[in-house]
């Protein structure tokens, strides 16, 4: 069984070391969230997503604390003493203690697979008023919309759920704007997508998060997000200029 502390030098132990941890998750949580900015925050599905990410930071920080703050306080208050050359006491195991570092990751491990799975699924799921298909290829990107217009940036409108369509042309990419939360991988041989509601007017930088060759760095492309008169406009003006070209041809 596992002993609880008994002597009242062994309680003042635990309680010094327990309020050093919280002290400690509280100080490094704070620190990580400020030197690792979020920047998800220009669509619908970037809240889940943000807030998970908080959620394994504050989960670091805590287990980090446990680990360290219980490692060096047991370092520092039970060292060797000057002129101390007995042997320490010698003790085996602890069975209840090793069930319990055992099952507690377990079961948190599962938690949080399961709340990433939610996440991902409300990412992967929901309307689609504006349809765009975005290809990757080694090293940039093609998009087309349904009425046949491509281009070399994408352009949708804002507060409009959209469904984006992936396909790689040669090996595996992930598209990602760090603004808007959620990567989908783009899988040669496979269409996956993504819904996107983006709520941010502005320009926004697309870019391979997935190694995939030697300009994988480059693989960027321009996105932006306008009002949908400006995006009806913009749809208009490819229309007319894809058909006199075909015309003209
Ligand atoms: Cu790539």
Redesign the pocket.
Known sequence: MLKLPQSYADRKHFLIVGALVVIGTIVLGFFLLAILPIKAQASVQAEPIRWLFQLHIWLIAFLFSLVVVFMLYALLVFRRRKHDDSEGEHFEGNTALEVIWTVVPLVLVVIFSFIGVQTLRGATSGGDEVQVKAE?F??SWAFSYPNGVTSAEMVLPVNKPALITLQSRDVI??FWVAEWGPKQDLVPGMTTSLHITPTEIGEFQLA?A?L?GLS?WS?TAKIRVVPEAEYTAWMEEMLAAQNTQTASR
């Open positions: 990757g080694q090293w990419h992930s391979c997935e995939c994988h693989m």
